[in-house]
């Protein structure tokens, strides 16, 4: 049985397509991915990503328990920051990528991918030698993405919490659409301004939420807006997709993610992999892809040629870009094709598609 | 969702129109095109090229997925709707009508009439 979020009969009502999403039943789209995409790009989306994860880590040693499974160095946040970061397995192999929020002095919550839920909480609880409590807040917590140009104004309306000055990556609990203790937290997946709310489902109508903010945004165009345009929209700006991009058999050095691995804040699980990885040089790396030839859509597990016809890589995410009318893509590709302006081929339908590597974002 | 009367249909979510001189147009079905989303391309086998019956002739791409067009009897294609090329939306906006996707030549009454009617389509996208 697929679980469903508090907003299921609203995606129902307003015509959704649901599909299984990491055993959720889930809009990807409600009238059409290009109408809600550009509703994000030029005026403002609402998203219900109430699916993902949450968990709670208190305790004296929850910051020590933190630091040892992920790769940033989360002794840098101060109470009210958010940290993007990702946690790996000994081989550095990624588990999964993960939003780090400090609540307060040894209170942080975990964000993780709603497909990698248990397997989340077992491998925390499996390294948790700290004096730290690990508690699966997901089935409680409410998450919807307000995203776009107009969303500051459209929350604006619905708090007294001045969200101008809530700085990307930061949050504050207030007071929206008269209910108390959302996490307002200027985060998201879409490359644009905007916010993610978090809440606890039984001290808040959800219905009554997700339509306070729909009725607030109408004067600026606001759609609700599914999965396909999610991935549309963050494809656009290189982030990458857990089981797309990042994988169990990816390790954060190749995946674009040197700049959040802090090999130097002490000892963390997958660390002593990732500097030996370091230390002999990367083979392969994830990049961004581009195909001027209309017809050739480049897609997930298409594989990538060089112009001998030896194999050098494979597309890990793929799509026409909405905001550019381009075919757009990210893979791996072995070292030696990984500069910018690099020549490269993607297998589509038997024939091969000129591809030009470049540096994600697609869009600026 | 609506499948009109005068069509056949095949389980790949084509439907075929008899002109009645002995060609016959292919489109997708309203099913298929709300579950592909947003098109973005029609991709045909080019005029003058022939198939058999389940043949792939064709590709479909959408802004999430790609689907390839399978011909619903065997013949050869005599036009391919070229406005496509500039709105592939038509397929969305009106998939039994602007939306066509080619004109075949019927190599077999048999096989057009052995397709699905309406009905029987109705059935397998209920």
Known sequence: ?364 | MSYPTDLKYTKEHEWIRDNGDGTATVGITDFAQSELGDIVFVEMEPEGFEFEQDEVFGTVEAVKTVSELFAPIAGEIVEINEQLEMEPELVNDDPYGDGWMAKISIEDEAQLNDLMSPDEYKEIVA
């Open chain 1, 1 to 364: 049985m697929l679980k469903r979020t508090p907003f299921y009969n609203l995606h129902e009502q307003a015509g959704a397509k649901l599909i299984d999403f990491g055993g959720f039943e889930m809009p990807v789209q409600y009238e059409s991915i290009r109408k809600e995409h550009n509703a994000v790009r030029e005026k403002v989306g609402m998203f219900d990503v109430s699916h993902m994860g949450e968990f709670y880590v208190t305790g004296d040693e929850a910051l020590d328990l933190i630091q040892y499974v992920t790769i940033n160095d989360v002794s840098n946040l101060v109470p009210g920051k958010a940290q993007y970061s990702a946690m790996c397995y000994e081989d550095g192999g990624i588990v999964d990528d993960l939003l780090i929020y400090m609540l307060g002095e040894n209170e942080y919550m975990l964000v993780v991918n709603a497909s990698n839920i248990d397997k989340d909480f077992e491998w925390i609880a499996e390294n948790n030698s700290f004096d730290a409590e690990l508690t699966d807040i997901s089935e409680d917590t409410c998450l919807l993405a307000v995203q776009g140009p107009k969303s500051v104004e459209t929350l604006q309306k619905l708090t007294d919490t001045d969200l101008s000055a809530i700085k990307f990556y930061t949050f504050e609990l207030g007071k929206l659409a008269g209910f108390d203790d959302v996490t307002l937290s200027a985060t998201g997946y879409t490359g644009e301004k905007g916010f993610e709310l978090y809440f606890n489902k039984n001290n808040v109508d959800s219905e009554a939420i997700w339509k306070a903010i729909m009725e607030a945004g109408e004067e600026f165009g606001i759609e609700p807006c599914g999965l396909g345009a999610r991935d549309t929209l963050r494809l656009e700006k290189g982030f990458a997709l857990y089981g797309n991009d990042i994988t169990k058999d990816t390790h954060p050095l190749e995946a674009r993610m040197g700049w959040l691995t802090k090999l130097d804040k002490g000892e963390f699980m997958g660390r002593d992999a990732l500097v030996k990885a370091k230390e002999e040089g990367l083979s392969r790396k994830l990049v961004g892809l581009t195909i001027d030839d209309k017809r050739s859509i480049p897609r997930k597990g298409y594989t990538i040629f060089d112009e001998e016809d030896n194999e050098i890589g494979f597309v890990t995410s793929g799509s026409r870009s909405i905001t550019l009318g381009t075919n757009i893509a990210m893979g791996y590709v072995d070292i030696g094709y990984a500069d910018e302006g690099s020549s490269v081929f993607v297998e589509i339908r038997n024939k091969k598609a000129e591809a030009a590597v470049t540096k994600p974002p697609f869009v600026k």
